[in-house]
């Protein structure tokens, strides 16, 4: 059985950041592991664990990703793959996707990718299912638990956490899910795999060594800047009326 | 300009954050199309008109009957295609986000993701986001021609005034892939039940030593209840047995961001400040007006939260209509 | 000269250092508070490899250097000293002896299951009335064919009640002249007939830890489990407090890192006088302290650490550096109370536990009065060091990485 985990650096959210005159984001500490690719890179572990297979870890970025991709390898993953070009400069969730489809499918043989739910500072996850798409795969999102997985029969079973409650859903193989904290509880790295990790080389697929040109990663959304949230303001609102309370809290979105 | 919004379905009815894509879309554009895919629609559609849409494209088949990722994909992706609408909403719940994921992979668009605030400039979206946990906001936009996507952030934006008269045209389409083309089977569904985690609530509804015992936390819980929020203490009501430790706010306890912190007779003493000052809005109820909490908060109630709980609670309620 | 951590250093560092704080951190107080250990912190180091982490992975360790296990002993008791003292027993003065001093057979049959994690493992030297002059110890060891016959007390003794091994010190030759040519070196085992052990509680720090007494009444030990020769173990005590010191010493600079990193978070949040107390001269100057502390004690450290990889002997360099760490503990620690006011006199905050853990530091493994008659007397020329029988093995990379 053959598992990709997907994975990226991201600022600290603990941290504190700032934003400069141009509209750049700045942030005091160095970028971590994204903390919900814990969770997919135990996952992935797991099962390797359970149906003696192999785990490839891969990223989709610059130089500063490779310590997800370190990480990943110190808790037991066999490979690590990164994946960088000019061209994928700057963030775009179909441009990301298609090139990191492109990689599942050159690796061949990948049974299941698994991301973790989201990524901090881009606050989404489309990437995940378009990624599904491009690879034509069955996507589950937000799973709670992965109940049963058949590589054989190519069969696989998921908990998925939705608004609404749990669903249980029976699907295909090979399948791209997104897992949810608590699924698992996250594996520290093991010294034996530090050793590894640290004497890794880690491979740079650029778009050519994936089969795509830049037409195929051309960015569909741009970032124009980031900004600070409104002010808080100062004093407190003192009401008297209960209902003048709730008035004012439907006003300002936070129920 | 034209404008489709997928109305999302939790058993028959439409979820109000849809209603909230349909007034959001009337503004932006000129022609608008609910989207209404499901078994048994008809209420459905008859609300997308009310809260918007001048035509409704519906798709009434068992194989809709609850979301999944690939025949809604498919079927929102082919209507895309056939109809070019400028721009495509839909809320960002966990299947408002999946699908236009997926339709806009298929139809090769840019897509904005849980936005709370969306214009156009020079016709393309122009969105603002919160990110890094809610710390900072992007401004992000389309860049990419043809069909524009965006998924809309619960509450972000008004709900329209229905219009029970409203009516209009209804196009009727087939499911784009049979049942049995599809991978994915829901095999059992479980409503959701049980508390929220007070580190993942977006409203907490928090209380000190003013409660005065573990009963006193009676209206503290049933505000929480109304409001879909989780309960929170300050230390001293822990210390004093009222609580269990898992509900504890602050330094020793738990930190937390919630949209929402209402402390009601907690006195915010740095210790509990520490662990929630970074909430959004703070409201704080007590007896005491200079208690330091109230120079934290954004509102404020001076009295006995006795009195003034059990009456938020029931405004509350009215205007929630639960 | 190279001043940079590799890649191994960072990751097992961090490692370590999310262990500590994720596992250990959260409840770490209530557990001081009852004077007891954490259930979980010994069973999870053994787990994780800890215990084991400098020792060869063909004697069941992990295979790292001397810096690692300093840099393991920091973070671990940035989070607690009780953590920390584990590591200085178990692996500092136990493991490392066995390392040095073994015979293979001993190796195999001690070492490897401690690397593993498998047994716990102590070191008692210390008695009610034997401290700063060890020589004065009164526990015998009387040969009768095949064992030797123990007798005595040893106190303040880490892991008294939870180690499986024991190295223990006691007189072969009561009337040996010097007295120090007496002490022979022996590993016993909780389960040998004569053996009783039990807790000491009542310490102003390291409550979460395990301190105890062991008495020993004609305990048979065999020949087998002597370490060293006859005669021999004032020597190998000594050089295990090579090791031990170490630990302590980068220990303390853990601990001097907890009271500046709690500090600059206090000081940035508390305000007086309508600013952050962080923009107050006092304090500045108390922040500034703790840095200065911090960035010597580790170079300190990591200076002997680098000795030991060489396969250098690093006594005096271990020794000033426990005694400057130590000592800047206990400072770092009462300016941070200090500069938390009220809360840091109060156990709402974690910086009066640092200074109740300090203060032990600098009273064991040699106080810091024994240490600044060592370094006087290595400046005068009054001591000098004699090569070993048996020294502490260099780090070698491969030799250590290898399985056999």
């Known amino acids: 059985m053959h598992v990709a985990v997907i994975t990226n650096c991201t600022p600290d959210t603990a941290a504190a950041v700032a934003i400069d005159s141009g509209g750049n984001l700045k942030f005091d500490d160095k970028l971590v592991v994204n903390p919900w690719d814990e969770y997919a890179i135990t996952e992935a572990i797991l099962l390797k664990e359970a149906h003696s297979g192999q785990v490839s870890i891969i990223t989709l970025g610059g130089p500063e990703h490779e310590e997800a991709l370190k990480h990943g390898l110190a808790i037991g993953c066999d490979q690590a793959i990164r994946i960088w070009d000019d061209a994928l400069q700057g963030w775009d969730s179909l441009a990301y996707a298609s090139a990191v489809a492109a990689a599942i499918t050159k690796l061949g043989g990948v049974d299941l990718v698994i991301f973790g739910k989201e990524l901090p500072d881009i606050a989404s996850e489309a990437h995940i299912f378009q990624t599904a798409r491009r690879l034509g795969w069955s996507p589950l999102g937000f799973v709670a638990k992965i109940e049963a997985i058949d590589p054989a029969a190519r069969t696989i079973r998921v908990r998925r956490q939705v608004e609404s409650g749990t669903e249980t859903v029976t699907s295909r193989l090979p399948a791209v899910i997104s897992v949810i904290k608590d699924i698992n509880e996250p594996k520290y790295p093991t010294f034996i795999g530090i050793r590894k990790a640290a004497k890794a080389s880690i491979p740079v697929w650029k778009l050519a060594d994936l089969g795509l040109d830049a037409a195929a990663v051309a960015p569909k959304t741009r970032r124009l800047a980031y900004q600070d949230l409104p002010k808080r303001e100062g004093a407190v609102e003192i009401i008297d009326d209960p209902a003048a309370l709730v008035d004012k809290l439907l006003e300002d979105k936070v129920i | 300009m034209s404008v489709f919004v ?60 609850r979301y999944r990722f690939e025949p809604y994909v498919a079927l929102l992706a082919g209507l895309v295609k056939e109809h070019s609408p400028a721009i495509v909403l839909a809320a960002a719940t966990t299947s408002g986000r999946e699908l236009l994921a997926g339709a806009a992979a298929d139809v090769g668009g840019g897509l904005l993701a849980d936005v709370t605030e969306l214009s156009l400039d020079g016709g393309k979206l122009k969105a603002v986001r919160p990110v890094l946990g809610g710390k900072v906001l992007s401004v992000e936009a389309v860049t990419a021609d043809g069909p524009q996507f965006a998924t809309l952030r619960n509450r972000a934006f008004p709900q329209p005034e229905p219009d029970a008269g409203r009516t209009g045209d209804v196009i009727t389409v087939s499911p784009a892939l049979a049942e049995d083309a599809i991978a994915a089977k829901v095999d059992s569904v479980e409503s959701a039940a049980g508390q929220i985690s007070l580190s993942d609530a977006n409203i907490i509804v928090a209380a000190g030593r003013g409660v005065g015992g573990p009963e006193g936390f009676a209206p503290v819980k049933a505000l929480a209840e109304v409001l879909g929020g989780a309960v929170g203490a300050s230390r001293a009501a822990v210390d004093a047995g009222w609580i269990p430790y898992e509900h504890q706010v602050g330094q020793t306890g738990k930190v937390v961001s919630p949209d929402l912190y209402i402390a009601a007779g907690i006195s915010g003493a740095i210790q509990h400040q520490a662990g929630m000052r970074t909430a959004k809005v703070i409201v704080a109820i007590n007896k005491d007006p200079e208690a330091p909490i109230f120079k934290l908060a954004r509102y404020g109630m001076v009295g006995d939260l006795f009195d003034i709980l059990p009456r938020l609670t029931e405004e509350f309620r009215k205007k929630l209509n639960k | 000269m190279e001043f940079e951590f590799t890649e191994e250093h960072r990751m097992a560092r ?49 295979g790292f250097d001397y810096i690692t296990l300093a840099l393991v002993c920091e973070e671990l008791e940035r989070v607690d000293a009780s953590l920390r003292v584990i590591m200085s027993v178990h692996a500092g003065l136990n493991s490392l002896a066995m390392l040095q001093w073994g015979t293979e057979e001993q190796k195999q049959r001690f070492l490897v299951p401690q690397a593993r994690g498998e047994k716990y493992a102590g070191y008692a030297l210390t008695e009610p009335d034997a401290g700063s002059d060890p020589v004065r110890l009164r526990a015998t060891a009387r040969r009768e064919g095949d064992v030797y016959i123990l007798n005595g007390e040893k ?75 006859e005669g021999e173990g004032f020597y190998i005590a000594m050089s295990c407090l090579d090791n031990g010191r ?13 009271c500046l990193e709690d500090s600059l978070k206090y000081s940035k949040e508390r305000v007086t006088f309508n600013v952050p107390i962080a923009q107050h001269q006092l304090i500045k100057q108390k922040l500034a302290f703790m840095q200065q502390w911090y960035d010597a004690a580790q170079l300190l450290v990591l200076k002997a650490g680098w000795l030991k990889n060489q396969g250098k002997r690093n006594t005096r360099e271990t020794a000033v550096a426990k005694w400057f760490a130590t000592d800047m503990s206990v400072k770092a620690a009462l300016e941070a109370v200090q500069l938390h006011g009220a809360y840091g006199f109060s156990d709402e905050y974690d910086v009066e536990r640092y200074l109740r853990n300090a203060k032990g530091a600098t009273i064991y493994e040699g106080s810091s009065e024994i240490q600044q008659l060592i370094q006087a007397d290595y400046a005068l020329g009054y001591r000098q060091d004699k090569p070993l029988r048996c020294e502490l093995p260099a780090y070698d990379p491969e030799w250590w990485q290898s399985e056999n």
């Open chain 2, 6 to 65: 997928w109305i999302e379905l939790h058993k028959g009815q439409p979820i109000p954050a849809s209603f909230e894509a349909l007034g959001l879309a009337r503004q932006l554009g000129d022609r608008v199309t609910g989207l209404v895919f499901g078994q048994g629609v008809d209420d459905a559609v008859k609300a997308a008109f009310a809260y918007g849409a001048d035509t409704v494209i519906k798709a009434d088949d068992a194989s809709l009957a």
């Open chain 3, 14 to 62: 961090q490692m370590v250092r999310d262990f500590a704080q994720k596992e250990i951190y959260p409840t770490i107080k209530e557990w001081d508070h009852k004077h007891q250990p954490h259930p979980d912190v010994l069973p999870r180091m053994a787990e994780l490899g800890i215990l084991g982490i400098n020792v060869p992975v063909r004697y069941g360790g992990q």
């Open chain 3, 155 to 229: 106190m303040w003794i880490s892991l008294a009640t939870l180690a499986d091994h024991m190295l223990v010190f006691a007189k072969t030759d009561p009337n040996a002249q010097p007295a120090y040519k007496g002490i022979t070196g022996f590993i016993i085992t909780r389960d040998m007939k004569g053996v009783t052990v039990g807790d000491i509680k009542g310490k102003m720090g390291v409550r979460a830890g395990s301190t105890g007494w062991i008495a020993m009444q004609d305990v048979e030990v065999p020949v087998e489990n002597r370490l060293g020769e």
């Open chain 3, 246 to 258: 170490y630990t302590v010493a980068a220990g303390a600079t853990g601990c001097i890192r907890g």
